[in-house]
């Protein structure tokens, strides 16, 4: 049996290249692998810790299904479903609770800083988010989880969640590890010292831009008053920040990049990155397009993913509730 790896990735709106170079694009790569047995999902229970519109909510879910097959994800390799059609889920949540220690949980670094940007709604959801990411990844007897720097701290969460169930009620979950992808790290176009967000959409690449937006953001990215091309992101972070883009798209070395630009002018390199870009999404659009067209077809999709990832995480909820005496 190859290893279960899951992830997930929250529908709270249009994703831009940063959650594509980040994350969708590393899915894609890790299922193509045939390495694993993946489990990817719609992560909206954690969408919720956060203020929603009910209606954009409902709206993102199917959006973000879309994203996913247009990526290249795929049912036939891939169990794809969505967190809250599964009730264990919740269910493992609170029993997890109950062995979750509180001085870890207050020393978990993303509950600060989430926590800090929305004040005026700081909610237990915010604060238990890595024990119900814990309950994500150990429902499916995962072994691997993708993670990146900022998650690492989660993770030993989940692992230290998983070791003490295992020690009070004898072995039931797996210790899943970390699995390090390369991930480039997409900087602002207005500002390359912060990082590319969708709050500052005119500073942003999203992934449904059309070529002649993708065109106009380029062609306004901060760079500075040199005029060689050379990769420095210390000393020239936005000339750095659009040959990383450059590299992470054509799968090359930044300084190789900078290198096949060099003696040329900044408008060269932002006219073929426009281009690029451009291209890299071009059947990504239709394929979405396409896809939201079709509501009900798409929704089959929903469905036949959840109702196997239910079978399975259902399970193994079971399993628990009988090692604890309910």
């Not at 692998?33 to 969408?47: M, T, V």
């Amino acid at each position: 049996m190859k290893p279960v790896l899951v992830s997930g990735i929250k529908p709270s709106g249009k994703l831009h290249l940063g959650n594509y170079l980040g994350a969708l694009r590393n899915f894609v790569d890790l299922q193509n692998s045939g390495d694993y047995q993946c489990f990817f999902f719609i992560a909206d229970l954690h969408s919720i810790t956060e203020p929603q519109d009910p209606k954009e909510l409902a709206k993102n879910i199917p959006d973000l299904f879309a994203v996913y097959l247009a990526a290249g994800l795929d049912p036939k390799k891939s169990v794809i479903y969505q967190q809250s059609r599964i009730p264990a889920h919740s269910e493992l949540t609170w029993i997890l609770n109950t062995i979750a220690p509180i001085g870890e949980m207050e020393r978990m670094t993303q509950f600060k800083d989430k926590a800090a940007k929305q004040e005026a709604n700081v909610n237990m959801g915010l604060f238990d988010y890595p024990v119900l990411m814990a309950a994500d990844i150990i429902l499916y007897d995962a072994a691997v989880v993708p993670v990146g720097d900022d998650q690492l701290q989660h993770l030993e969460l989940t692992r230290t969640l998983a070791r003490k169930f295992n020690n009070h009620f004898g072995r039931t979950f797996i210790e899943p590890k970390g699995l390090l992808t390369k991930a480039s790290r997409v900087m602002s176009l207005k500002d390359p010292l912060r990082k590319m967000s969708k709050s500052e959409p005119e500073s942003c690449l999203f992934l449904d831009d059309s070529p002649e937006d993708i065109k106009k953001k380029i062609a306004r990215a901060v760079t500075d008053s040199g005029t060689s091309i050379e990769y420095d992101p210390e000393r020239r972070p936005g000339l750095a920040n659009l040959l990383d883009i450059y590299a992470a798209l054509a799968r090359m070395e930044p300084a190789a990049a900078a290198k096949k630009f060099s003696g040329q002018p900044y408008s060269a390199l932002k006219g073929s990155l426009a281009e690029l870009v451009a291209d890299h999404f071009a059947d990504f659009r239709t394929k979405k397009k396409k896809l939201l067209a079709k509501p009900a077809a798409l929704q089959k999709i929903i469905d036949a993913g959840s109702i196997k990832a239910g079978k399975i995480a259902t399970k193994k909820i079971e399993t628990v509730k009988k090692k604890i005496g309910l």
